[in-house]
């Protein structure tokens, strides 16, 4: 059947046809949706795991045991599973092993713009590209082919525009395909000196035999057309290529590495000039260069954000690309009702140090709240208030707290929370607990209780967490009650030695009750303290604050920093 | 053709684009959407990429090339609106949502941005496609009145289009949608 698919639902859709029992992954935009459609799949066990390092060792798990196992995250996801990935590339597998990674080129949902592909080059692992949502359920698909057959981990390689963007697939049935028996191997499995010495021959080994077979792999192929210049892409630039310079010949390249280099120097002796496309670094034209390939790329083709069909023409053809209207930007926003506003509007008014961390609150940053000071990468709150108390003495860290989320808090927070204990630490960590995974769509974690199928399971309990780890000064507070969140506040700040603050309320977009509307009366006397909150259902206006009904959630944080009592519920007005 | 759809996370824009797919299928042509997840969805900016016809590369309209603009809001309609090809179409939702520099009193909404669209080297078409559906019964089908507003305009086939949206909406809701289409077509 033909339909419309984003690419991450074709991933999911692939590794399904190609009968995979094991799905693990940690959410990340934008590669989240791919373990979110895997676990519709009943003959799939699939799990959201606490991190991307966990992820990919449940999958190596899988595959050793016999399984074919997916295991997805997004760009930086795979900076926390490098370590298992630069290992498991000596292992090798026993049922096929497929690691989808999505970059993010153009930074649209993340922390930075991270070229995947280097971590191919330098784990010596294979990576396919594909270049819409087909050829992502093909060539995942294909992936696990070419896991067992070259008895290697492999990537799918996505970008967010190949990811999110909808195109046609044609489904197939699912080829079931039995779990291997699990078989005793050190050799290949215990990977101690000894054993990786030898295991790095089977490595290059390998990698030389994929590479060669990259030349006559139909997933590579060229398209000749006018031959004055041939251009060298992969994965969604290939599609921007097409539609940029319809007349030019093309090689497509789907096996970013190793590449097709006996391929591709076919082609380059077939066109007159050879010029690299590619989004980011100069990932194909430095290996052709080494092979003395004579071509073009990044001194052509911008290295920083996102191509696109306009820019292609622009960097070839010259053209000019049309000047956008400049006006009033619109930043995402914290939701009305969004428990993490209250915390910021209190730190805000403390006048604290905040090193923060990744999630919906670390838009605690902008204005008119700007509370937040650091955003490294997940966990980094707490290992970075380590060190600036470190750096500026113990007196310091009394007025510096650690800001982070739930999900993170367990994807790596507890570590750090571990390090501050056993160094003998002043530091304040307050985990911003909103019972969910926010900013990349609501996915349940270990501190939720909750399960990717939504089975209930052990809810991680902070507190008793802490307090096995030693932290001295552990309590939890109603995230809406300012008074409280102030009070709890300053007494941990004032407090010797490790603080957990754990400030409890639901996401506002998962918490359904609807509370009655505000509006604000007469009373007002116009001193913006409400409006300071950045609250979307809150508008500025000349003669005074107002609040949009529509908007309006009923949170009620905004009744609490106004002093005139002009803040009351709808009806009440 | 190329339909570029702008609006506030959280207005419904995912809906449109896919009713737009769906339309595209029924008609036979290949076609591609491309859809912004994540960080922008949090009352950010959103745009959504439609195109459709013979075959379909970029799934992302080039700079300056698409037929028509479908804005569900008047900021956003500005910001994208060098984005519609000369003599291309702009569909402007005339509703108003205040971006956070604004709430906060750090910039100013920008004034008679009707007028300022109006100058465009396209056909501007206004409505105001919220109170459309809100007289309809729910103010969340305002995307599928300017679905049918864009069948109007365009001149799409209506009964085609509106299959697309009885596939592209859970049954429940079909009824309201429908009567939503309609309003749209007939403003
Ligand atoms: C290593 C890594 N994995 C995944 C992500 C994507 N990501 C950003 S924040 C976040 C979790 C946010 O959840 P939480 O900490 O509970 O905060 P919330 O958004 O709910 O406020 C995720 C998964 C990332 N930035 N880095």
């Given amino acids: 059947m033909k339909k419309l698919a984003i690419g991450n639902y074709a991933v999911a859709r692939g590794a399904y046809e190609a009968g995979v029992t094991v799905s693990s992954a940690y959410p990340g935009t934008p590669s989240t949706e791919i373990t979110e459609f895997i676990a519709k799949y009943k003959e799939v066990n699939a799990e959201w795991s606490p991190n991307e390092k966990v992820a990919l060792e449940v999958g190596i798990g899988a595959s050793v045991a016999g399984a074919r196992a997916i295991v997805a995250m997004k760009h930086v996801g795979l900076n926390v599973a490098a370590d298992p990935l630069f290992t498991v590339s000596y292992t090798g597998v026993n049922g096929g092993l497929v690691i989808a990674v999505a970059d993010d080129p153009g930074v649209h949902s993340s922390q930075n713009e991270q070229d995947s592909?280097?971590?191919?080059?330098?784990?010596?692992?294979?990576?396919?590209?594909?270049?819409?949502?087909?050829?992502?359920?093909?060539f995942t698909a294909l992936a696990f082919e070419l896991s067992e057959k070259y008895d290697t981990p492999i990537f799918i390689r996505m970008t967010t525009r190949v990811a999110h963007s909808q195109s046609y697939i044609t489904e197939c049935e699912r080829k079931e395909v039995p779990v291997k028996p699990y078989v005793k191997d050190a050799g290949k499995y215990v990977m101690m000196p000894g054993n990786a010495k030898k295991r790095r021959f089977n490595v290059e080994d390998r990698m030389n035999a994929f590479g060669r077979a990259a030349n006559t792999m139909a997933i590579n192929f060229a398209e000749y057309n006018d031959r004055e210049v041939g251009v060298v892409c992969s994965g969604g630039v290939y599609q921007y290529v097409k539609e940029a310079l319809p007349d030019y010949s093309v090689y497509k390249v789907g096996t970013v590495f190793p590449l097709p280099i006996d391929a591709i120097k076919e082609f380059a002796k077939n066109v007159k000039r050879l010029l690299v496309i590619e989004e980011l670094d100069g990932f194909i034209e430095k290996q052709l260069k080494v092979e003395g390939i004579k071509v073009d790329g990044k001194n052509v083709i911008p290295n920083i954000d996102e191509l696109s069909v306009s820019k292609i023409r622009k960097a070839v053809l010259g053209e000019d690309i049309p000047v956008p209207v400049q006006t009033v930007v619109r930043p995402p926003v914290l939701c009305p009702g969004c428990p993490h506003r209250s915390v910021f509007s209190v730190i805000s008014k403390l006048k604290l140090n905040v090193m923060g961390d990744i999630g919906c609150y670390t838009l605690g940053a902008l204005a008119p709240l700007n509370a937040v000071d650091t955003v490294v990468c997940m966990g980094a709150s707490i290992g970075m208030a380590i060190g600036?108390?470190?750096?500026?003495?113990?007196?310091?860290?009394?007025?510096?707290?650690?800001?982070?989320?739930?999900?993170?808090?367990?994807?790596?927070?507890?570590?750090?929370?571990?390090?501050?204990?056993?160094?003998?630490?002043?530091?304040?960590?307050?985990?911003?607990?909103?019972?969910?995974?926010?900013?990349?769509?609501?996915?349940?974690?270990?501190?939720?209780?909750?399960?990717?199928?939504?089975?209930?399971?052990?809810?991680?309990?902070?507190?008793?967490?802490?307090?096995?780890?030693?932290?001295k000064n552990v309590v939890t507070v109603g995230t809406m009650d300012l008074n409280a969140v102030e009070r709890v506040i300053k007494e941990q700040m004032a407090k010797d030695g490790v603080s957990l603050i754990i400030a409890k309320e639901p996401c506002a977009l998962i918490n359904k009750t609807k509370k009655p509307n505000y509006s604000i009366n007469e009373k007002c006397k116009n001193c913006k303290a409400c409006v300071k909150l950045g609250c979307p259902a809150i508008v500025n206006k000349k003669d005074g604050p107002f609040i949009d009904s529509a908007l309006c959630v009923g949170c009620g944080v905004c009744v609490q920093v106004c002093k005139f009592g002009a803040i009351c519920p709808e009806k009440e007005n | 053709m190329n339909i570029l759809i702008a609006g506030v996370g959280g207005q419904g824009t995912l809906l449109a684009s896919r009713v737009l797919g769906n339309y595209a299928g029924l008609m036979g042509y290949d076609c591609k959407l491309s859809e912004v997840h994540g960080m922008a969805?949090?009352?950010?900016?959103?745009?959504?990429?439609?195109?459709?016809?013979?075959?379909?590369?970029?799934?992302?309209?080039?700079?300056?090339?698409s037929d028509v603009l479908l804005a569900f809001e008047e900021l956003e309609a500005l910001r994208w609106s060098h984005n519609v090809k000369k003599g291309g179409k702009l569909l402007m939702n005339t509703q108003k949502i205040m971006p956070l520099p604004v709430i906060i009193g750090a910039s100013e909404y920008p004034e008679n941005i009707i007028d300022t669209l109006k100058k465009g080297q396209f056909d501007f078409y206004g409505i105001d496609a919220l109170g459309i559906a809100k007289a309809c019964g729910n103010e969340k089908a305002l995307n599928t009145v300017m679905i049918g507003y864009f069948a109007k305009v365009v001149g799409i086939d209506r009964d085609i289009l509106k299959k697309a949206l009885e596939m592209s909406v859970p049954a429940k809701f079909a009824e309201v949608n429908i009567k939503a289409f309609e309003a749209g077509y007939n403003a």
Avoid: W
């Fill in chain 1, 117 to 138: 592909r280097y971590y191919a080059m330098s784990a010596k692992v294979p990576m396919l590209e594909p270049s819409d949502s087909q050829e992502a359920k093909d």
């Fill in chain 1, 388 to 471: 600036a108390e470190k750096a500026q003495g113990r007196e310091f860290a009394k007025k510096t707290l650690a800001v982070i989320g739930d999900s993170t808090f367990v994807h790596s927070g507890i570590t750090g929370m571990i390090d501050a204990v056993y160094n003998n630490l002043n530091t304040k960590i307050l985990i911003v607990d909103n019972s969910t995974t926010g900013m990349t769509g609501h996915q349940p974690h270990p501190g939720t209780g909750r399960t990717i199928y939504d089975e209930p399971t052990y809810k991680l309990d902070y507190e008793v967490l802490a307090k096995a780890c030693g932290v």
């Fill in chain 2, 41 to 65: 969805q949090r009352g950010g900016s959103v745009i959504t990429y439609v195109k459709f016809g013979e075959k379909i590369h970029s799934p992302v309209i080039a700079d300056g090339d």
